[in-house]
Every structure is written in structure tokens, then in C-alpha cells.
């Protein structure tokens, strides 16, 4: 009986470490660009889904790494007009334009001269967002691009081809305006989108967008580029496994 139960934990176990620590997943190819996702940088969750907000010492620990293991910093842009297959590059974006990445990101941004793509919806009303004077500075650092993320932060899968157009064209100009600079990236609400949504994205004057599909691969399409999730529950030796295999659990 005890033997029989020791079996069945050692499975469990087995199970649970195979399923939260994928491991088993191929290695890609350093030469594939690695495009990690977040949104907010906080020791705090407020009424945020707690996931989304990681703790400012596992991004610095994050950061650390990735330099310690020498891969080159990006933007989105930089990454798309300038790609070589023979260089190991990270691309860290931020969704969404929440005030702590300025606050506490970018100070971490800077002390390990990390470059980052934030993508803005401007009039998203359900954070605390950043302010005009903090995207002109993080905007003339050098260190940060900002793309758009449509108006409202909106489902673009599930509105109307007039709605979707006008939450992507104002975002960009509203972006513009913002930075003083083109806006060229765009990453889709949700990850919603559909081939129509891409056509317009595409038409409006953006070079690139990204979605929340889990993964690491060649930029094929610039329109649907893959992310590796960066949650508060992500460990670093989690963060290791998605680093090298584009995810670390089923």
C-alpha cells in the first residue's frame, strides 16, 4: 500500500514538473529572435489580474540574465529593419502603457541598458497609465519605442471593420503626438485579431505587429509575431526554460 502510493506521488510529481517546466520542448535556434511580453512591473496588484504585474526583483533578475548570457537589446523596429541571422537578440515589450514603467521599469531599463517596446492604448481607462511628460522622456532616451495598442484597448476581433480602422489609425496618431516620433509597431488587444484586422493594421502604416501566441520562431510574418509570457508566478528557472524553448508550461 505505502509502496503503491509512493509510486503514484513520484507520477503526480513527474506530471506536475513536466507540465510546469517544459523542459521536454526543443531548443530553438539562438539565431531566432526572442520577444518577451509584459505589462506591469509592480510589487504591488491592486485590482490588476495579479499575474500580470511581476515583481520588480524578478524582472531585474530577468535582466540580468539575459545580459550575463549576452544577448543583444532591441526594439520591435530595430528587430524587424534590421535582423541578422547571426545574432542573439531579446526584444522586451510592455502592453498596455501602465505608469510603473516608468516608474520602476525604466530605471531598470537603463541601469542594465536594456531596450524596450511599449505599446500604448491611450485612452485605456482601467490602469494607471502613464503621462504625457513620462512617454516624451522615455521616448528621447534612446532606450524606448512606443507603438500603438488601438484607442481603447479594444477586442478588434469582435467589432466592426469601421470600428477596428479608427481605434488603429487614432492610436497611431495619438501615439505620434505623444512621442513626436513615427509609431511602427502595433500589438493587438488580447491577441484578437483577424485577417481583415491585420489588413488594416498592415494599410495604416505600421511595419510590425504582435500577438500573444506563445512561442520563438523566424519573423516570417512581421503581422503576427509570437511572445514568450513573463507572468508574476514565472520563475527564473522558468524564465530560463521559455527563454530557450519560447514557453515553460502546457
Not at 502592453?95 to 531598470?108: C, S, V
Not at 513626436?180 to 485579431?193: D, E, H, L, S, V
Not at 520563438?216 to 507572468?231: K, N
Amino acid at each position: 500500500m505505502i509502496y503503491s502510493l509512493l509510486v503514484l506521488a513520484l507520477i503526480v510529481g513527474a506530471i506536475y514538473f513536466a507540465a510546469h517546466y517544459n523542459i521536454w520542448r526543443p531548443i530553438r535556434p539562438f539565431n531566432q529572435p526572442r520577444v518577451l511580453m509584459y505589462h506591469s512591473i509592480n510589487e504591488r496588484v491592486d485590482n490588476l489580474n495579479a499575474e500580470l504585474a511581476v515583481d520588480p526583483k524578478n524582472f531585474e533578475k530577468q535582466l540580468k540574465l539575459l545580459k550575463s548570457k549576452e544577448y543583444e537589446f532591441c526594439t520591435i523596429s530595430e528587430l524587424i529593419d534590421s535582423h541578422k541571422s547571426n545574432t542573439k537578440c531579446v526584444a522586451i515589450t510592455f502592453d498596455d502603457g501602465f505608469k510603473d514603467n516608468y516608474e520602476i521599469a525604466f530605471p531598470l531599463l537603463k541601469k542594465y541598458g536594456a531596450k524596450a517596446t511599449i505599446y500604448l492604448a491611450p485612452e485605456i481607462s482601467e490602469i494607471e497609465k502613464l503621462s504625457p511628460e513620462m512617454i516624451r522622456e522615455m521616448a528621447t532616451s534612446g532606450l524606448v519605442e512606443f507603438g500603438a495598442h488601438t484607442l481603447n484597448h479594444i477586442n478588434l476581433q469582435n467589432c466592426d471593420l469601421e470600428t477596428a480602422r479608427f481605434e488603429v489609425l487614432t492610436s497611431k496618431s495619438r501615439v505620434e503626438e505623444l512621442t513626436g516620433k513615427r509609431c511602427n509597431a502595433f500589438a493587438y488587444p488580447f491577441g484578437r485579431f483577424t485577417d481583415e484586422v491585420v489588413d488594416i493594421v498592415k494599410t495604416s502604416g505600421f511595419n510590425s505587429a504582435v500577438t500573444v501566441k506563445k512561442g520563438i520562431s523566424e519573423i516570417v510574418d512581421p503581422f503576427r509575431i509570437m511572445r514568450i509570457s513573463v507572468l508574476r508566478s514565472t520563475n527564473l528557472l522558468q524564465f530560463r526554460i521559455a527563454l530557450s524553448r519560447g514557453r515553460y508550461k502546457v
